[in-house]
Structure formats: structure tokens, C-alpha cells
């Protein structure tokens, strides 16, 4: 199968990159990203690595080399945390743009006849009911954070709903990502709210899982990510 890879270059993106790399089901990679990915030589003939500066907008050489894929991992956001410092633009743009033009883009593309896997990474505190509250955990995000990201979840969806079958959305939940963050690295304070967690290489498995085997859910919560992740980690991770 042939798998699209947005942001391999990221905290989850490259374990993502990893896990596929790994699987024989996997035969074919495309990355996307503004950083070039690194891997050894007994991958690079399973890969095509693609730099793109401007993300929203896929060039027609882009679009043939992703052509006809049957899953696609979207990992490219501002995080919850980086959102309170970035420009509202750029957080809108990074997170919102970039992921509405891939999914156009890999819709379009698909001309296998069946629907391409669209696994986006959303985050805890989402909802799609855009009249909820989604409580104490907004003020620890930027201004419009999180209704920006409740409002995609429900764009992404009817775009699914208009694409005549060409796509199929599912949007993992994940609370705070556990993995190697480098040194340094200390536990965000979330000022005494309570810290979920999911494990990076298992919530990645889940949503391989999700590519390889079909999407059995939607939305994939953080319990759903740890259940589904920990069983498929001995075969993915």
C-alpha cells in the first residue's frame, strides 16, 4: 500500500515515518514537509521525500507523485502550547489551511476507485459540537484555538461527505503525547489539571492500524488510541 506522511519530520511525524518503514503491508512512502526526512539506504527505495515551502498549495508534480495513495497521516499543526506565542494567522494557516489543502489534494489525486484514508491528528478538547464549552483546558491555548480546531474536525468531515467517495476521514484525539523529547525536556504545567497520556508509538500504531486495516472509528479518543495502539504496537511498532 501506498501512504502519505504529513510532517515526517515532526515529534510524531518521524515515528509515523518509523513504524512505516518497518511494515512489509507498506510498500510505497510520500513525505511532506518543509524539512528533508533522513533515512538509511535500505529505505530510500521505499520513499519519496517531498520539501514544500508553501504547504497550501500542491504544484502538479506534487499531486502526481502522490497520486492514487491509499492512506494519508496528517501531523502538521501549531501545538496547543506553541499557539499561545504564534500569530493568529500563522496558527490558522499551519493548522487549518494546510490539512483542508492536503486532504483536497489527495481527494483529487485518488482515482483507484475506493476511498483514501485520511487520519488527521487533532487533539484532547476537541469537539464537534461548536456551541460546547470545551472548558478550563482553553485557556492554556492561544485566543481561538480551540474553535479553530473544532471548526476543522467539522470541515474535514463535510468535505469527506462531498467527495463522491474519494476520501475518508478519521481524527485522532490524543492527550499529551509521551516519547523522547530531547534533553531538557520537563512536563508542561497545566496549572493543576489533570494530565492525560498516551505513549507516541502507541498512538501511532492505532492510527496505522487505521490506514492498513480500515478506519474503525470516528473520532479515535485518547483511550481509543491507547487500546486500539497497544494491541497493533507488537505488528507496527
Not at 152 to 169: F, M, P, W
Not at 210 to 236: F, H, K, S, T, W
Request: aromatic share 6%; with cysteine; charged share 25%.
Amino acid at each position: 500500500m501506498k501512504l502519505i506522511i504529513g510532517g515526517a519530520t515532526g515529534f510524531v511525524g518521524k515515528e509515523v515515518l518509523r513504524q512505516a518503514l518497518r511494515s512489509p503491508e507498506i510498500t510505497s512512502i510520500v513525505t511532506l514537509g518543509r524539512r528533508a526526512v533522513v533515512v538509511s539506504e535500505e529505505h530510500k527505495s521505499k520513499i519519496i521525500d517531498i520539501v514544500m515551502e508553501a504547504q497550501e498549495h500542491f504544484s502538479d508534480s506534487v499531486i502526481e507523485q502522490i497520486a492514487d495513495a491509499d492512506a494519508c497521516i496528517w501531523t502538521i499543526a501549531i501545538t496547543l502550547t506553541k499557539s499561545k506565542t504564534s500569530p493568529p494567522e500563522e496558527v490558522k494557516k499551519v493548522t487549518r489551511d494546510y490539512a483542508l489543502a492536503a486532504l483536497d489534494a489527495v481527494a483529487k489525486s485518488n482515482n483507484t476507485g475506493k476511498p483514501i484514508r485520511f487520519v488527521y491528528v487533532s487533539g484532547t478538547g476537541v469537539t464537534r459540537d461548536l456551541d460546547q464549552d470545551v472548558g478550563p483546558i482553553a485557556s492554556l491555548a492561544g485566543p481561538g484555538y480551540f474553535n479553530l480546531r473544532n471548526k476543522l474536525e467539522v470541515e474535514l468531515l463535510e468535505y469527506a461527505a462531498r467527495s463522491g467517495g474519494r476520501v475518508k476521514v478519521c481524527c485522532a484525539r490524543p492527550a499529551f503525547i509521551l516519547g523522547d523529547r530531547g534533553p531538557g525536556f520537563k512536563m508542561p504545567n497545566y496549572g493543576g489539571h489533570e494530565i492525560l497520556t498516551v505513549e507516541r508509538e502507541v498512538m501511532v500504531a492505532a492510527m496505522l492500524k487505521q490506514c492498513v486495516e480500515g478506519i474503525e472509528m470516528d473520532p479515535l479518543g485518547n483511550d481509543d488510541l491507547i487500546r486500539i495502539g497497544e494491541e497493533a504496537l507488537p505488528r507496527y511498532g
